[in-house]
């Protein structure tokens, strides 16, 4: 199965494309209405302009430096999972996604990073609660968050991992107890990102890392924005041995190009070698 995350609504509908996914919310704050014929696709504690307009919602270390992009490993700004109001925001926008279609994608889910959160709500949702683990509680918060999430959901829910297959890295880094949160997920969508593709060694690595971890089926997200066809096509095929999907991200026509060339090496077969050296598949 192949697949296009997008925020073009129409290359949803392209017809190489089995399934396509609609950035409704994406992580810097920017909406669109959702739409009937594609997964629509919800960011739910990434959020630049969130975190913009009210700072206070951002998670902080126990040093107080808040998960935004003046921190250089964050790429966009975070929202402290515990803050209901924020997420009563989120449900809204499902709410709005389940109107069109039935089928959603919680995207950018748990927290930043394993320093993450010691914001006042934090500190106090921690010391009422019964966990004496701050690693539990954490989860626990995510995990609750997504049981929610999907009694807003009536059709196939999708949710985007963060690329760590590694034992206890999900739940120590963002508090992702994959045992638990497995119950309420129908597929899960991992996004291998590279800018060329080049090699593919690790590529093969994670995939390989989470077909061990999950029972629940998932799906490998390739970045196709400018990198090479003949690369694209191979990681696809790396990611295709192990994935039950692979989805193309951000450029469409690459990811078309792709499928459009491997389809015609299957009708018409593949030489190997020199000219009468080799056997045609």
Known sequence: MYGVVTRNAEEVRWPEFDR???????????????????????????????????PSLLPVDDMGRPADRERAYFDWAYICPSREDYREGLFEIIDDCVAENEDVRLDDIGFPRAEYCHCGVCEQEFEASEYDDRVEWRASVITDFVAEAVEHIPGTVYMTLYPDPYPGHLLERAGIDLAAIEEYVDEFVVPLYDTAYGTTYWLETIAKGFESALETPFNIELYAVNVDVDNLIHATEVAEEYADGVFFGYEASNGRAALRRMQADEREGVTHGEPGAGSES
Request: with cysteine; aromatic share 8%; net charge negative.
């Open 20 to 54: 396509g996914f609609y950035e409704v919310k994406d992580v810097t704050g920017r909406s669109a209405e959702p739409i009937a014929d594609g997964v629509n696709m919800v960011s739910c504690f990434g959020d630049n302009a969130a975190a913009d307009a009210d």
